[in-house]
Structures are given as C-alpha cells and as structure tokens.
C-alpha cells in the first residue's frame, strides 16, 4: 500500500520505456519511436519548459508506475499551474495504492513550488482512474475541446 | 462579420484590461490586481515561457476580444501543443463571429509552429460557448480533474 | 410572455400535426404515419395507460406547442411519476416563455397528482433546451442507457 | 456464471425485501416501508400498469438479484416501451454474471412484447454499473432533468 515514489533516473530506462508504452497503448494511440526517445532525452536533461518525471517503485526500487508533471505559467496566478499530462501504474500492480500515491507525490511538488492549480484530464469513461481521482481530487465541470 | 485579429500591443492597455476583467467575472472568480498587472506585463515583455495574446479589434482597431495562448512541450509529440486558456468576446459584442475569429488565429498561430494538437476546456454548462466551439473543434471525451 | 396552456382538442389536429412532426424532425428522427394517427386517436381518446396533451396556445387559440405527459407507477412511490416525454414550440415561437409556460402546466399536472416526480430526459447538447431546463429544474447525475 | 432468471414469487418476500432495501440504500435514499410493502403487492398481484419483477437465483432457487421493469406507452410507437427502473444485485454475489443475466432477461421480456425501445438511467458516476452497461447496450446523450 505504501508505495515509494522518487524521480525518474538514467537507469530506469528499460522500465520505464515499458510503462510509457504501455500508457500510450492504454489510449489506442502510437508516439513514435523518435519521440519517445526526444522525450526520455528532455526529461533526463531537466528543460526548464518540460516535465519532471516520476516513478513508483516496488521494493527492487524498480518502477512499477510512472507520472509526467509539467509546470506552466497561468495567466490567472503569479505561480505555476501544475498540469498532470501522463499517470500509469503497471497493470499487473493495480488496486496497490500505487496511482494514488504518485498523485500524492505530484502535490507534494505542487506545493514546493506554490502552485495555485494542480489538474489533469481523463476520459468520461475511465472508469477504474475516475474512481481513484473521485477520492483524491474534484470533477470539475471542465469539459475539452479539441481541433 | 470578419473582425481582424492583431496581436495585443501597449496601447491597448485600458480595453485588454476591460475584457480580462469581463472574463474573469464570468467566471465568478477574482484575480488580484497586481497578478493581472504582472500578466499584463508578461504579455508585453513576451517571455518564452508564457502565453500570446491575441485580440480581436473592431474598425477603430479597438479590441473587443482577448485569446490567451499558451504552447507547451508534451511528452507525447516532438513539437509543442497550443493550450487556449483564455477566451473572451465583449458581451456587446456577441454572435457576430468575433469568437470564431479569435479560434480561427489561434489556429494559424498553432500551425505556424507545427503544434500536434490544439485545445481548450469549457464549462459543460456554458451552452453559449460550446454551440460555437461544436462547429469549429470536436468535443473529447476528456474531463478535468482539480485538487 | 404569458402563453396560455390547455388541454389539446380534436379541433387542433393540423397544428398538432405540424408541432409533432417539427419535434420528430428535431430529432432527426422518423415516426411512420399510421403510428402518428394511433397517437392521436389515443391522445382523444384520453386512454389511463396513456399521455395527456397539453398545448399552448396563441392569442387566436392556435397551438404553438405540446407537451406530451405520461403518468406511470413507480416502485419507489404511492403516487405515480410525472414523464414528460414531448416538448415542443413552434420554431417561429421562441424565446416567448412558451416552453417555460408548457413545463409550468405539467407541475401543475403533476402536482394535482401528488406525484413525487417529475421528469424528462434530453440531449446532452440541446443548449437551448437546457438553458430553459436549468431555470426551471435540475440536472440530475442521471445518464441514459439504451439497447 | 450463468445466473438463471425468473419471475419473484410470494416465498420470495424475505429475499426481496433484502435485496430492494439495499437497492434503495445504495442510492442513499428512503422508501417507507408501507411503500415498499405496497410495491410488494402490487408486484404480486401483477397489475396491468405496474412493473414485472424478475430474480435472479442461486443454486438453491434463492434471489441474488433483482429487476423491475415498466412497460409503458411511447407516442413515439405502436407498441410499449421497456423501462427498466430498478436493477440490483446481492453486493456478495458481484462479478458473477448475474447483473447482465438479468439485462438480458429484461431484454428477452421486451423482445417478448416487441417493445421498440429499451432504456434505463443510471448515475454518471456509477462506475460498476457502467462498465456492465457499456457491453450490453448503448450510452445515449441523454440527461435527466428533475424538478
């Protein structure tokens, strides 16, 4: 139930290319394999403008869960937003508090840096997600709209 | 019917206030002063990191609609995503395609940087809003989750 | 603004027609001819199974819309549940406080029947509709499922 | 798996006593117990305007589920609509079958009657229930408004 959560590390490679692939098939979408790479490269840099990454890991401090933040200016705060773009658990740890706690540990940066707003989206019908997001944040009336 | 859309310069000052302030009470939300001064000067400086401000003017060259956009690094597409957050018509100035104006820049704005996906978030409930936004987007199943 | 609302009468039948076909259309569905007919007949016939009609009408007695209403037992009440299940104002009757005038006639349907619920379903993106709807009732959190 | 399904009958009453209170408490709500005693008759006694009752039933014959369903006139259709108003299954019996062994059954009644439509309304945030509903039928865009 306590699962321990730090950043994403250079030797986290294998696991966590394994986790985000399987988020990305979780949505019946493709990234290429380019981009995956472009994105594990940004976060080992630490960009300024992109996301830090974090891990869950089990015991064998290897990631079973993995959650990608993006801090980004508002214009309605002096501080950060703190936007939640990509939360996934490893399939076979589900229902381990595992979702929750990386969730738990994105507040924790969100405080570090003062944000007013911490936030994500999901689909309507993620059924398994919501019931987790029901107990530790609010539905807002926020709908989204795409071109 | 064809409002021009300009991006928004020092000498708009009074009206970007006029609208900003509209649209913040729309939402029934207050932002202090001195956060909309500092996004004021945000915009004017025009930091990498923050939004363009886009207006609509009318045949003074007034504005009578602000879009604030901001483009972010996504973990999931080499280039940037566009992030409207911050759309606003002058109430006395509604249905004569001065909305569809400010999306339709935000567009041009998002292709000129190649960005993979363009998107905003609305009230479910703002019927107004969304009878546009159905003809010019597509409603995703995505909704928002707050802390 | 104060449209007058009446039970629907055999003398009524070619506006009835019209208004039921417009709300069908609205729909973008079809209901064949012969079943339309069989409506109407049990509509004057005023079967206890069946809707009670209600129209409003102009200052020349003339219909400008229905309203469709069914009473049905519910497993959860004494008394029956009130079903609005048509509503429909001629399109060149809006924004009269028609509509508004219809939904206030079934209440007071309902309420001579002591039911202890009134209701009706309608499209998630009928913005029209709901914006009348959400003065006048609440939205519940109640979606629906169809075979 | 495969829960067999039948009509409530009178030795039933124990049983469906339990199973209709704990339907009523899920929903957080309160039906008197003359109500229900009420609904109890009127489910017996099999009137023409009320609701058919079916059970699903365990091994020894006992009730682990229940549905009411209300056929009911449609100025829409010749024939009546199938209204499935109260669907629940024993909270220690679920993840067998026997919530969807129960849909079917109402399907089978409907099909029975040759009802042109079959629905039910559910909460957006009934998570469990949903995940059964999206695999059996249809998520129309229809909400519920209630005085």
Not at 136 to 147: C, D, L, N
Request: hydrophobic share 40%; aromatic share 14%.
């Amino acid at each position: 139930m306590s699962a321990r959560v730090r950043r994403l590390e250079e030797r986290d490679k294998a696991k966590w290319l394994g986790l985000f692939k399987g988020y990305v098939e979780f949505y019946k979408a493709t990234v290429p394999e380019d981009v995956i790479e472009a994105t594990w490269q940004r976060l080992m840099v630490g960009q300024a403008d992109f996301h830090i990454a974090l891990v869950a890991v089990d015991d064998a401090d290897q990631p079973v869960g993995l959650a990608h933040v993006l801090f980004h200016r508002s214009t309605w705060s002096p501080t950060q937003y703190c936007y939640l773009e990509d939360l996934f658990v490893d399939p076979d740890r589900r229902l381990e508090g595992i979702g929750r706690a990386l969730i738990e540990a994105v507040y924790r940066e969100a405080d570090a840096r003062k944000c007013t707003r911490t936030y994500w989206a999901t689909q309507e019908f993620n059924y398994r997600a919501r019931a987790l997001y029901d107990q530790v944040a609010t539905r807002s009336p926020f709908i989204q709209y795409r071109r």
